[in-house]
Structures are given as structure tokens and as C-alpha cells.
């Protein structure tokens, strides 16, 4: 194994793009509303031959429409899932109306019903870790209220701000289902808010200046950094906000121009990389990311630098980044000019490392290998932080052999700390590696 590996050719460390596809019958038409923590599932809605339908997304399974609730008009899309995939959120079309659901393999598409009084109406818009609390918004007895869904529980009101009309809505919730976020209505406007079981719905502002109008979209899985938008100051902007730092702008792209608004729709966990989607007067919404060593950039222009062909696409909006900031997914067009679902594997934007320093810490060494070699086999789910060199989510011989080619260099290149090791002793831990990887095998 070892021996053929030597001689097989080794990617560059880059990236890569795939259009998602459709489903089969209808308008080709699809996009991408999430995706989970691993960056393995992304989901969202399609047009099949039965309407617009909800979809999972992955590369062994490509493009999987969900179907919808029963009841109503066939129409159903998914919004989020769970940190593997396996439980998939979103709202449906049933009898009497639109209902939130959960999904997944073992029961299908599950309605969670309504909150108690109002119209038949719910929407389910982010979900934990394990797939056991699902949070949105529904009508009740008092008008729009954002909502938590637990097995145990069923649908549960979360309130409203004091003061102002009866309208909330939650958007996201941390990895542990601690803290959930979304806009309310206050007697000064609609804010976004940060709600504990401890604290209950307690907002986080806005930007200076005109009226309160902001929601938060999303939160980080380790709740430590809530994204959204503020219409405070028309128009539009993205914002971060975090228990240090409080609440701060995101800014716009360069060429903006007259039109400059911009939106974050989510982030990681690791660097802190934002995703969402801007407007310039030429383009219309382009697809952003947003990291605090570079600010607000086009995702395009970075795969372009990475050497990525995107001849042809548009990317309109970013809706979904996994945990360690290498995969984003969206909706934009492909070459055709139809709409399309994408995901993006980028190296990491926020902490850009020396080729093969798997562990940031400015070496390419025997440390980064043992990371590689805790994660040899993973079949989805690795990423650059992992060991995943070439950028396609696996861990295999080609990622050892490019960190081979790499190693004893040092981040900066002239940077004192490196010292190389015996190229005997990283021979040495590469046939380990293969030899575990041929042992692995046998055993299954």
C-alpha cells in the first residue's frame, strides 16, 4: 500500500465546488438552506414532479426529496439538520395549513403541530445537535410566537418582548439546545434576542441610530457568537454579536455602491467564519463570507484563488457553514441559468496555514501527523483542521503523501521554530499508518 502510494500523483491544497442538483420531474430549479455541523448533509427545497419539495443532500446519497406532510398542497422545504444529518427540520403544506416537521430516516416527515389558539401555522427553522430540540415560530391565541419543540414537551411558547405587538420568532439554537435566538416586538420596535431557560428572551440590541429593527438568524454551535441583520439604519447590515464584544457591524462589499446592504445568515465555530449574502447595483445578492482577519468577501473570488473553475455560476446567497469553516453551502445559478443548490469546500479563511500544518502551530511535523492518523478512514466530516489536505471531506493516503511533501517546512517560511525531522522517522510512521489502515481492513 505504501509503495503505491509513493508513486500515486498528490493534490494541491485547494478546494472545491459542486453543484447539488435537483430532483427529478418538474422545473429544474433547487437551493440550499443548511447544512449540518460535520458539513456532510446540506438541505433545503427543489421542485420534483410532485412541487417544491424538501431535499437531503449528500454525497453518497446525492439529492433525496423528503415528501411532504399529508394534506394540502404538495410543498414542503427543510431549513436545517441536525450536527450528523441524520434529523432534518423544516415546514410543509398539511391539512389546514402550513406545520412544522421533523425528518428522518426511520419515520419520515413528522408534523409538530401548532401552538395552542390562532391559526394553523407553523414554521420550524433551526435544530440542535442531537435532533431533539427543534425551535421556530407558530400562531397562538395571542398572535406570532416563536416556539421550542422537545419529544417530551411538544410545542412550547417562548413569549414576547414586553410592550409593542405580539410578534417573535426564533431562528437558530446552540449545539446544546442552552440558547436559542431570533427577533421579538418591543414598545421601541423588533429586536433580535438571546433567550436561556435561566434568563428567558432578553435582547441584544442594535446599531446606533434610527428605529430598533434587527433579528438574529443564527448561533454558533458553541453559543458563543449570535449573526443576523439590522435594518436600523436602512439599508440592511449583517451583524456579530458576542457576550465580549456585544453587537458590531459586518460592513458591505467594496463595490456596493448605492445599493450596499448585506445579511449573515450563519457561522462556525471554529474562526468564527461568517456566511450570508450581500447586493452590488451590477450583480444584484452575492454570496458572502466574513472573517475578522479579512472582513466581507466573495466566496467565488476565494474558490477562483484557490483554483476553482466557476465559469458560468452565480452565487447569490450563503446560507450555511459547518463547524470548522470549510464548507458552505447556498443557492445561486449554474452555467444554464437555472437555480441551483451549492457547496464549496474552501481551505480555512479565517487562520490560513502553511500546507500540511494540520494543527496551526506554524510547523509541519510528526504533531500534524498523529492528527491525521486519529482521523485516517473518515469518510465525511474531516476537514482541513483533521488532516484533510486536498479538500474532499476523506481522509486517505493522498492527504499523508502531500503532507510528506511538506514536511519540516515552517509557517512564516523562514520562521526559526521548525526543525525538521529524520525523513526515516516520517517513512517510519507512514508505514505504521499503512499497516493500521491494512489491519482496519481486515477486521471489517
Excluded at 391559526?119 to 433551526?126: I, P, Q, Y
Excluded at 482577519?293 to 457553514?321: E, F, K, N
Aim: hydrophobic residues 40%; glycine residues 16%.
Amino acid at each position: 500500500m505504501l509503495a503505491v502510494a509513493l508513486v500515486l500523483p498528490t493534490s494541491a491544497c485547494g478546494a472545491n465546488f459542486l453543484g447539488l442538483g435537483d430532483l427529478p420531474g418538474g422545473n429544474y430549479s433547487s437551493g440550499a438552506n443548511g447544512i449540518s455541523a460535520d458539513g456532510c448533509a446540506a438541505v433545503g427545497v427543489a421542485t420534483s414532479a410532485a412541487g417544491s419539495e424538501a431535499f437531503r443532500w449528500t454525497l453518497a446519497e446525492g439529492m433525496i426529496g423528503l415528501g411532504d406532510l399529508p394534506g394540502g398542497t404538495a410543498n414542503s422545504g427543510a431549513w436545517n439538520a441536525s450536527a450528523d444529518g441524520s434529523v432534518v427540520v423544516g415546514t410543509s403544506a398539511a391539512d389546514g395549513g402550513a406545520q412544522a416537521f421533523r425528518w428522518t430516516r426511520e419515520t419520515g416527515i413528522v408534523g409538530l403541530g401548532d401552538l395552542a389558539g390562532g391559526v394553523s401555522f407553523s414554521v420550524a427553522h433551526g435544530v440542535s445537535a442531537d435532533g431533539n430540540t427543534v425551535v421556530g415560530y407558530g400562531h397562538s391565541a395571542a398572535g406570532q410566537e416563536a416556539f421550542r419543540w422537545t419529544p417530551q414537551t411538544g410545542m412550547v411558547s417562548l413569549g414576547d418582548f414586553a410592550g409593542g405587538d405580539q410578534y417573535s420568532a426564533a431562528a437558530g439554537i446552540s449545539g446544546d439546545a442552552s440558547v436559542i435566538v431570533g427577533l421579538g416586538s418591543s414598545a421601541e420596535g423588533i429586536e433580535a434576542f438571546r433567550w436561556t431557560e435561566q434568563t428567558g428572551m432578553v435582547g441584544i440590541g442594535g446599531l446606533p441610530g434610527g428605529e430598533s429593527l434587527s433579528g438574529a438568524n443564527s448561533i454558533s454551535g458553541d453559543a458563543a457568537m449570535v449573526v443576523g441583520v439590522d435594518y436600523s439604519n436602512l439599508p440592511g447590515q449583517a451583524f456579530a454579536w458576542s457576550a465580549q464584544d456585544g453587537l458590531n457591524p459586518l460592513g458591505f462589499l467594496p463595490e456596493a455602491g448605492s445599493i450596499d446592504t448585506s445579511q449573515a445568515y450563519d457561522v462556525s465555530v471554529l474562526g468564527r467564519v461568517i456566511v450570508g449574502t450581500a447586493s452590488t447595483p451590477a450583480e444584484g445578492n452575492i454570496a458572502v463570507v466574513w472573517d475578522e482577519g479579512h472582513g466581507l468577501r466573495r466566496p467565488d473570488r476565494i474558490l477562483a484563488s484557490q483554483g476553482v473553475d466557476l465559469t458560468g455560476w452565480r452565487l447569490t446567497d450563503a446560507t450555511g457553514i459547518s463547524d470548522d469553516g470549510q464548507v458552505i453551502v447556498g443557492r445561486g445559478y449554474n452555467p444554464s441559468g437555472f437555480a441551483e443548490a451549492w457547496m464549496a469546500i474552501v481551505s480555512p479563511l479565517a487562520n490560513p496555514a502553511n500546507p500540511g500544518d494540520v494543527n496551526q502551530d506554524g510547523r509541519v511535523d510528526r504533531a500534524d501527523l498523529a492528527v491525521m492518523l486519529s482521523n485516517f478512514g473518515a469518510e465525511c466530516g474531516a476537514g482541513f483542521y483533521q488532516g484533510d489536505l486536498d479538500a474532499d471531506r476523506a481522509l486517505t493516503m493522498n492527504d499523508i503523501m502531500f503532507w510528506r511533501r511538506h514536511f519540516g517546512t515552517s509557517y512564516p517560511a523562514n520562521s526559526a521554530a521548525a526543525v525538521p525531522e529524520p525523513a526515516s522517522t516520517t517513512l517510519a510512521l507512514i508505514g505504521l499508518l499503512a499497516a493500521a489502515a491494512s489491519l482496519a481492513r481486515r477486521r471489517n
